[in-house]
């Protein structure tokens, strides 16, 4: 079979119009002369290597200083990005990338299969030890689970380069997200003579050479980062932003007083503020899903309580949370209560019928009520569970509303803060009884969710089995039509309730009105540099 | 914020210098100690503070607890402070009563104020005394050692002592406690030094009096006046400290609260249209910082008077 | 003196010594390691990163290579959370711009709090002086992290006379809230401070006598009474230095400044042990120079001093 992606019209229709034309070359919006970009970072970026970042906010970057197979469009549908097109085998287990010919490093060396072939050996390579080397083994790449194993050698990776512009991978099984899976960073090309010249310190500007739309001209630890745009970038001519700045601020509330102030063009809304900030600010202030669910997981290996082992119980904590004020009067920002696993936007989702969710919350309380009181537990008898949480103040605030949905139905909670790093430790060793967790999908797609409770995942810390929900998510990845195991996989949650979901997150943001561009409308709101522009007040 | 070193000496020096009668010396620091405006002030408002402590919970029309579901997500309109619903002082982002909140945040920092201050006095005069008692080359190691933690970034000791052991509150009081010993326990051991060399002291010894009569009539009186004023002087730099400790996030936690905990909640707040929130906390934690120093202060000049 | 200044510095040693062991084991015995990671990592990944950091080797002996790495080649490591960085490279850039604003935060605090202190000695009793003890004692239990918002809120969004943040190599319109909001409690302090001992000086025989001599207010002052009367405040610089430096933590955190402070607060947090110990030894030192240069300052203040 052969899929060709045609060049999208947004592309071919950018083409022919220059980018410094005074006026966006689609939509003829005047730009600004002022062609910057400003946004804010709570905290220092960790790092800028492909292979080795692990974090959202620098990823974000990297998408702007490197560019992999393919790029994600405004609504979240694949665009070419190194890659101009792809076959695929009858087997569906043998893709083969076409590169472009006119991609180049920022050096100007150009970009080839290889730098592909360095870099994914890189991801899976113990010795590099990528904290994202399992990302290699998700994708199904030949070999690339007993290479991070450390039972075979990096270079039998089922990856070639079978001529400068031609990159083959092998997979083990028919995987039909697998395109979608190059968008993320750490399937970037990395250019391999940089990183053995200058070993760790290769991302560090003047260092760096990537094959993105713009380079790194600053990176001040702590407070700043400023992208500069990349002259021999293949499709400079269509990219419009020159400087694009990353400011560190420490304090959600800071960074707010400097946007009013006008030396942001983007930060984050602090939980609660969205309804007066939309109020004053309509074009300003904006909500928009984002692909993360936010849960309690519960605990339910042998270390975990007694109590939770019983479905009923977990059921009655779960109809006790009173959702609407968890999203209306607590994060007030759009977000949407939970009852399920899988965010609602996810690309080709059916929400299952989900009982509890069509019930009335006083309906779910009653319901809870009754569950405990047959469990033996009341507020005279509470049952007693303590509960983790990474440090942040919206955590805390949900963590005490919860707490408080909770006592008049005999569930005495004790709140226990700490260190995202003592948090997640804790959670691996099941040294917790219920811990708050939240997951962002890394492509669009259901199974980046529902893979985590398998049995044989990696991050089903709470060790939930269910023998169906494992063969569900096995066939899933054959079934031409995965959907409606999907679904079934999400009833067997909903029944079992091995994890108390909350809400489903969205992206609130205060977006300067004068910049345009910004794919609020892709629930995995990732954004590019070059898609953004400043249009003239 | 800082105790005065040179009120301190000289109050050291005059209580090792003259020979002090407990009863009278006390007496006269009473009479001037109550004269002085301010020390008074401060000590009527210590002690509203302190009511305020402890049947505040009475009062409160709400526990500090409950979310209130009538204002919650309606902060800033319907959350203000207000006497017909109760909120007297308004309510924090999550609707609970700020004046309970208040109250348990008085609670809390007032206690690690004192029980940070008293450990603080207890281990410096015991340390203090203990060199300055014995002397020789036990007092050289024991004061080089002070010499030695001095230096140490105590901050930040502290910091790494609630990463390690988690955030407890007694993990505050110690480690509030036992990085503010060093100057006191200098302080008495200058006093001990200087008086077991005492023409009064030794001349109650050549005239027979008893060693414990000594401790209890000369040294005791003598060290207690310092004690009592470094510790008074001492509660609200421990109340500072935890504010800071909280404002990073390693205070108390939820579901107490203290001043620090509360303060720095408001300040991120203050311009969202919630100011009470800031304002409350705030006023109580500054009123009783500069009612200790009042006091402090006061206590010291009644001890050692002179035109200041 | 000169055999002071050694004895001094005989002791700096075993203080770093003790510091660095204690910190060390501080931290290893801390929950949660720098690798913790979201995923959970594979065995081989996890063995990986451990042995590249050392972290696969007996305590004593990580301690003996990393001090062993401080001594000969003044290598704090890498980082185990900024991969792309090592401590020498994150100190390096976070240093001189605490050192900048901490330093300038220091002449401020001490020329204002001197002058203060001085002005209200002398007149004593005055508007002035009831004027400068409730600014100094106001000043003191503002807490320096309701201070710096305040500041951003007012200069920044209301006036628009200030960036919010940053530091943009240390300009002065990027200094001058950091400046004020890390120097306004030590000013007061010393303000304080200046004006008891102050009292105290001017009350002692020598001025009395000077002043009896007929010699001017101005060079009584200048001549006799100030040299004396700085004593307690050159004693408070210690612990004021100190202090400073964990108000860095503040300034950093709201001014975005990116100095040390926050570094040493993350670093913490984040089980970042590289980082941490190289700020806890930087400060160790320099809190012991500084306290060496304040004893030799106090020396030389005050005569009746002999080493």
Redesign the interface.
């Given at each position: 079979m052969k899929t060709k992606l045609l060049l999208s019209t947004i592309l071919s229709l950018t083409l022919a119009v220059p980018a410094w034309a005074a006026t966006h070359p689609v939509t003829g919006e005047e730009l600004s002369a002022n062609q910057t970009y400003t946004y804010w970072l709570l905290d220092a970026i960790k790092s800028l290597d492909p292979q080795i970042n692990t974090d959202v906010e620098g990823s974000d970057l990297i998408r702007s200083l490197f560019e992999g197979l393919y790029n994600e469009g405004p609504t979240g549908e694949l665009e070419p990005g190194v890659a101009t097109s792809y076959d695929i085998s009858d087997d569906k287990m043998t893709y083969t990338f076409h590169l472009r010919a006119d991609a180049k490093w920022s050096n100007g060396d150009p970009v080839t299969a290889n730098d592909f072939v360095y870099a994914w050996r890189r991801l899976a390579d113990p010795a590099f030890a990528s904290e994202y080397a399992w990302y290699m083994e998700l994708m199904q790449v030949v070999n690339a689970a007993e290479i991070t194993a450390g039972t075979a050698a990096p270079d039998t990776l089922g990856v070639r380069a079978v001529d400068d512009h031609t990159f083959e991978v092998k997979i083990l099984a028919p995987l039909p997200y697998f395109p979608a899976m190059t968008v993320h960073g750490s399937t970037f090309p990395v250019h391999q003579a940089t990183v053995e010249k200058f070993g760790n310190e290769w991302t560090l500007p003047g260092n760096i050479v990537g094959n993105g739309a713009y380079t790194l001209a600053e990176h001040i630890h702590g407070e700043k980062l400023v992208l500069k745009r990349n002259p021999i970038y293949w499709d400079d001519a269509n990219t419009i932003l020159e400087t694009v700045t990353a400011l560190t601020i420490n304090d959600e509330n800071q960074a707010l007083t400097r946007f009013l102030a006008g030396e942001l063009d983007r930060t984050n809304v602090p939980a609660g503020q969205y309804p007066r900030l939309k109020a004053e600010y309509p074009d300003v202030a904006t909500s928009s899903a984002y692909s993360c669910s936010y849960i309690y997981m519960l605990n339910l290996s042998d270390k975990g309580p007694a109590s939770l082992k019983d479905t009923n119980v977990r059921r009655a904590l779960s109809y006790g949370v009173n959702r609407d004020i968890i999203v209306d009067a607590v994060l007030q920002g759009g977000q949407k209560p939970a009852f399920n696993w899988t965010h609602w936007a996810t690309a080709g989702f059916t929400m299952p019928e989900i009982e509890y969710a069509g019930w009335t919350q006083a309906a779910r309380e009653a319901k809870a009520k009754e569950l405990l009181t047959a469990a033996g537990y009341s507020p005279a008898n509470p049952l007693r569970l303590t509960l983790n949480y990474n440090t942040s103040e919206a955590h805390k605030k949900i963590a005490i509303a919860i707490a408080q949905f909770w006592k008049p139905l005999g569930v005495e909670l004790t709140l226990n803060n700490m260190e995202w790093q003592v948090h997640t430790d804790k959670m691996q060793n099941q040294d917790f009884e219920m811990a708050r967790y939240a997951w962002c999908g890394d492509y669009n797609e259901a199974s980046t969710y529902l893979d985590l409770f398998t049995s044989y995942s990696g991050h089903n810390n709470g060790k939930f089995y269910s023998e169906e929900y494992d063969r569900l998510m096995k066939e899933s990845k054959t079934a031409a039509d995965p959907q409606p195991m999907y679904t079934a996989a999400e009833q067997i949650l909903a029944d079992e309730m091995p994890v108390i979901p909350i809400y489903h997150y969205a992206k609130v943001d205060m977006i300067a009105a004068d910049i345009k561009g910004i794919p609020t409308a892709n629930v995995m709101q990732t954004w590019y540099a070059k898609e953004l522009y400043r249009v003239a007040k | 914020?800082?105790i005065?070193?040179?009120?301190m000496?000289?109050l050291a020096d005059r209580l090792a210098g003259d020979e002090v009668k407990g009863r009278s010396l006390w007496a006269d620091a009473r009479k001037r100690f109550f004269k002085n405006k301010a020390a008074v002030g401060g000590l009527l408002v210590l002690l509203l503070v302190l009511a305020f402590a402890v049947f505040g919970t009475s009062i409160a029309r709400y526990s500090n607890?409950?979310?209130d579901?009538s204002v919650?997500?309606q902060?800033?309109e319907k959350g203000g402070p207000s006497l017909a619903n109760g909120h007297y002082f308004g309510t924090d982002?999550?609707?609970?009563d700020l004046f309970a909140r208040t109250v348990q945040g008085t609670q809390i920092s007032l206690a690690v104020g004192i029980v940070g201050s008293a450990i603080a006095v207890l281990v410096g005069t015991f340390y203090g005394a203990f060199a300055g008692y014995v002397g020789g080359r036990t007092d050289n190691v024991m004061m080089?050692l002070v010499?030695?933690l001095?230096?140490?970034?105590?901050?930040?000791?502290l910091?790494?002592?609630l990463?390690?052991f988690?955030?407890s509150i007694i993990m505050l009081f110690m480690g509030i406690g036992l990085i503010s010993w060093l100057d006191m326990s200098r302080i008495v051991r200058g006093q001990t030094l200087s008086l077991k060399h005492k023409e009064f002291i030794e001349a109650a010894e050549a005239t027979g009096v008893s060693r414990l009569t000594i401790i209890r009539r000369h040294i005791v009186p003598n060290l207690l006046g310092v004690v009592a004023v470094y510790a008074t002087l001492l509660v609200?730099l421990m109340i500072?400290t935890e504010?800071?400790i909280s404002?990073?996030?390693l205070g108390v936690?939820?579901?107490l609260t203290s001043w620090?905990a509360l303060?720095?909640e408001g300040?991120?707040?203050?311009?969202?249209?919630t100011l009470w929130q800031?304002a409350f906390p705030?006023f109580f934690?500054?009123i009783t910082?500069?009612a200790f120093?009042f006091v402090g202060d006061g206590l010291r000049d009644a001890l050692d008077p002179?035109?200041? | 003196m000169f055999a002071f200044i050694v004895r001094r510095l005989a002791i700096a040693v075993p203080t770093l010594l003790l510091l660095i062991v204690f910190s060390f084991l501080l931290m290893h015995a801390a929950p949660g390691g720098p690798f913790v990671s979201e995923r959970g990592l594979p065995p081989a990944v996890l063995a990986n990163l451990n042995a590249k950091y050392g972290l696969d080797q007996p305590m004593w002996r990580q301690m003996l290579t990393y001090v062993w790495g401080i001594v000969s080649d003044f290598d704090f490591g890498p980082s185990f959370i900024y991969k792309d960085r090592t401590v020498n490279a994150i100190i390096a850039q976070g240093f001189p711009v605490t050192l900048t604003y901490g330093a300038i935060s220091f002449v401020v605090a001490v020329v204002a709090g001197v002058s203060l202190g001085v002005a209200a000695a002398i007149w004593h009793n005055s508007w002035l002086d009831y004027l400068a003890v409730g600014i100094s004692i106001g000043a003191q239990v503002l807490p320096n992290f309701v201070m710096a918002p305040i500041l951003v809120l007012v200069f920044t969004l209301w006036l628009g006379w200030l960036p919010g943040g940053g530091w943009e190599g240390g300009q002065w319109q990027y200094l001058i809230m950091p400046v004020v909001a890390l120097s306004t409690s030590f000013m007061a302090s010393i303000a304080r401070i200046t004006r008891s001992s102050m009292l105290e000086v001017m009350n002692s025989n020598h001025i009395r006598t000077a002043k009896a001599k007929g010699l001017p207010m101005r060079k009584v002052i200048i001549r006799h009474a100030l040299k004396p009367a700085m004593l307690p405040v050159v004693s408070y610089l210690g612990p004021a230095f100190v202090t400073m430096i964990t108000g860095s933590v503040v300034v950093d955190m709201y001014f975005s400044t990116g100095g040390i402070g926050k570094a040493f607060v993350d670093s913490a947090l984040n089980r970042d042990y590289a980082v941490m110990m190289g700020v806890t030894i930087l400060v160790g030192t320099l809190t012991v120079l500084f306290n060496l240069l304040v004893d030799i300052l106090y020396a030389w203040i005050d005569p009746k001093i002999r080493y």
């Open positions: - | 914020m800082v005065d070193s040179t009120k000496k000289s607890e409950t979310l579901f919650m997500g902060i800033a982002d999550l609707g609970r080089r010499d030695i001095m230096s140490i970034p105590y901050m930040f000791v910091i790494l002592l990463v390690v988690g955030r609200p500072l504010s800071f404002f990073l996030g936690q939820e579901p620090g303060i720095s300040a991120g707040t203050m311009n969202y249209g800031l705030l934690f500054v910082l500069f120093f002179k035109d200041r | -």
